[in-house]
C-alpha cells in the first residue's frame, strides 16, 4: 500500500490515480465531518463532491503532505459553510413557490407528524453528538452515520482495533447519556 503523503505529492503533480486513491481513503471520514455540520445525508453527499473538486483545484497548496487530512478537513468545514450561508440567503431572498402549486402535487411524503417527529429525533441526535468531546464524536460518525468498518475506521483515525472499539463503547454510552438528559 501507498503512504499517504506519497499519494498526496503525486496528485500535487497532477496524478489522477494518485488523487483518486486520496479520495477513496478519506472520503468517509469528509463525509462525517460534513454531516456532523449539515445534517441532511443527501446535502452532505453533494458537500463531500464539492469538497473534493475544490481539494482537486487546490492540492498544490499543501506544504506537508503530513497534514494532508486537517487541511481535507478545514476545506470541507469551509464548504460546508459557504454553502450553509448561500442556502440562509436564498431562504431569505423570498423565492417561493404558488400554494396551489404545491397542493396539487400528490403527497408521497410521510405525513406532516411523521416527519416532523424524525426530523426532531435526528435533530436531538446529531445534537448530543456534537456536544461530545471529538475523541467519541468522530469514530460514533464515521461507524454508525458514514457505515464504516473497524478496520477503515482505525486506519482513518490512526488507532487500533481495541482503542476503536474502547471509544466507540465509551462514546455510545456518552451518547446515550445525553439522549437521556435531552429527552
Not at 36 to 56: I, M, N, P
Not at 75 to 98: C, F, M, P, Y
Not at 124 to 131: G, H
Amino acid at each position: 500500500m501507498v503512504a499517504e503523503e506519497a499519494l498526496v505529492i503525486a496528485s500535487r503533480y497532477g496524478d489522477r490515480a494518485a488523487f483518486e486513491e486520496l479520495v477513496r481513503r478519506t472520503a468517509r471520514l469528509v463525509f462525517a465531518r460534513v454531516y456532523l455540520e449539515c445534517g441532511d445525508c443527501h446535502r452532505a453527499e453533494d458537500l463531500v463532491q464539492e469538497t473534493f473538486l475544490s481539494v482537486w483545484k487546490r492540492i498544490h497548496q499543501v506544504t506537508d503532505p503530513r497534514g494532508f487530512r486537517s487541511w481535507l478537513l478545514s476545506v470541507a468545514h469551509s464548504v460546508t459553510i459557504d454553502a450553509l450561508r448561500r442556502e440562509s440567503r436564498k431562504k431569505r431572498s423570498g423565492n417561493r413557490v404558488d400554494d396551489a402549486v404545491l397542493g396539487a402535487l400528490p403527497a408521497v411524503d410521510p405525513q406532516p407528524h411523521e416527519a416532523a417527529e424524525r426530523q426532531e429525533a435526528r435533530e436531538r441526535a446529531l445534537s448530543a453528538l456534537r456536544s461530545l468531546p471529538e475523541e467519541y464524536r468522530q469514530p460514533l460518525m464515521l461507524r454508525y452515520f458514514a457505515g464504516a468498518d473497524y478496520e477503515t475506521i482505525g486506519r482513518e483515525l490512526g488507532i487500533s482495533n481495541g482503542s476503536l472499539r474502547g471509544l466507540l463503547a465509551r462514546g455510545m454510552e456518552r451518547l446515550r447519556g445525553a439522549l437521556d438528559v435531552k429527552l
